[in-house]
């Protein structure tokens, strides 16, 4: 009995803190020296369309945290497309890049035709036509802003990407709880499931066509795994103790998860086509949160068999368990970075809770964020941004940083409290 309460007390330490969140608009918190200074004109024909495809491209390259871009008030002129640039105002203006272009309504929904202009270069670096069916503005917004974010600085645009989290409303037994799946700005989000039980720990599948996730719906944790369009699930496990923290592999194939079954929470991985499982640390110790490596071949995990919360990695050839983390008292919910190189996890240092890097190979790890109460954090694909949840005095937040700590953001969110967020992978490959 005190075992179970002991491994309890963690996993919700871990996993389920709770945070609110208001319906707030995108605050930049923190900007870059260092971003590229870059104007997005207004597109030319765009007046009274739903949505301003231009100020969408703009807000996503300034979250990006690598780009600055020009007030519209400070624009002298306004091109609507190459031939109209004079690449002499807009260096007066200490503009490097320019994003000049034109929207129509077509009968099945919308033409954009837009170029990105290397103003130091006097030239046009890249020229092309969308089309967007009509409720899909957004979309071909958050499209243009990935182009235009490649072709400068060579790293993938993960601006089309999706975000889920989970809220709570309420006090008590009269507690709401929902999942909800959003564009990677947060806007645009979705309800997809709603119960009066908690839910926690929402993971992407590779292919972004489902969440798996820890459901309390039956009075006890359960591990789901849902298709986010058509809603349809399934429940994976229902195993006495603690069903918990569910991740997929980099194949699909597999789901790595914390289960309680024989006694301490221990790492398992599950066969999705068969659902036989593997137990992977065999240890008197909580072992949770795992998360896989790009190359599928090692685990991290959050263990206290040191004596408090710290990284471990998991080598599945091998089975070779070793300490990530050495610095402070307190290192959790630890996340590969897309190029394996580094992970991302919750630090406590002196300050309080906060989102840190850590490089693998040398081991030196840095905070990345300013807020002191973080929790879950989750790497956007590409590797430039972190999502994760705070508190900003009473009130929760959505929060993001940039890779790097130079820039970081607070995204709106459904109301109530919000957890877990994770983010999607590309959902183009």
């Known amino acids: 009995m005190h075992t179970i309460s002991k491994a309890w007390l963690f996993c919700l330490l871990l996993a389920m803190s709770s945070v609110a969140s208001a319906n707030l608009t995108i605050e930049i918190t923190r900007g870059s020296d260092e971003a590229l200074p ?19 491209i703009h807000n996503n390259l300034e979250r990006s945290g690598s780009f600055d871009p020009l007030e519209r008030s400070s624009m ?9 640039v004079r690449f002499s105002t807009w260096r007066s203006l200490d503009v490097r890049y320019l994003v000049v272009g034109q929207a129509e309504r077509t009968s099945e929904g919308y033409r954009i035709q837009y170029d990105l202009m290397d103003i130091s ?36 645009g993960a601006f089309s990407t999706r975000i889920a989290y989970v809220t709570a409303q309420g006090v008590g037994d009269n507690t709401a709880y929902g999942l909800y799946v959003a564009d990677a700005d947060g806007r645009n989000s979705q309800q997809i499931l709603t119960s009066d039980q908690p839910i926690l720990s929402p993971a992407w599948s590779p292919d972004g066509g489902k969440l798996a996730y820890v459901s309390f ?30 991740v997929w592999s980099p194949n699909g194939r597999r789901l790595a998860m914390s289960l309680s079954k024989d006694g301490q929470p221990e790492i398992y991985i599950m066969e999705i086509a068969d659902r036989s499982l593997t137990r992977i640390t065999q240890n008197n110790s909580i072992d949770t949160e795992p ?14 068999r040191s004596g408090g919360p710290q990284i471990y990695q998991h080598t599945l050839g091998s089975g070779e368990t070793e300490r990530m983390t050495f610095t402070g008292n ?9 190029d394996g190189d580094d992970i991302f996890l919750i630090h406590r240092s002196d300050r309080g809770f906060q989102v840190a890097r850590q490089n693998i190979e040398s081991g030196r790890l840095i905070t990345l964020s300013d807020s002191t109460r973080d929790e879950s954090p989750s790497v956007a694909p590409n ?45 183009n490959e």
């Open 38 to 56: 870059i104007g997005v004109v207004p597109f030319e024909g765009s007046q009274g369309m739903p949505e301003d495809v231009a100020q969408i």
């Open 76 to 84: 002298f002129e306004q091109p609507s497309q190459a031939s109209d």
């Open 121 to 156: 270069g006097q030239q046009r670096m890249m020229s092309e036509t969308v089309t967007a069916r009509e409720g899909d503005l957004r979309g071909a917004a958050h499209y243009i802003s990935d182009q235009i974010f490649e072709a400068i600085t060579d790293i993938r």
């Open 217 to 246: 719906e039956s009075g006890r944790p359960e591990i789901f795994v849902q298709e986010v369009n058509s809603g349809n699930r399934a429940r994976i496990t229902s195993f006495e103790g603690i069903n918990g923290a569910p």
């Open 291 to 304: 998360a896989w490596s790009p190359d599928g071949n090692r685990l991290l995990f959050t263990s206290d």
């Open 330 to 338: 307190y290192n959790a919910r630890a996340r590969f970075s897309p």
């Open 383 to 427: 590797g430039t941004m972190v999502i994760f949840a705070t508190q900003q005095g009473n009130t929760g937040v959505l929060s993001a940083v940039s890779a790097d700590g130079r820039s970081s953001f607070r995204l709106p969110a459904a109301q109530g409290d919000v957890r877990d967020p994770a983010w999607s992978p590309f959902l």
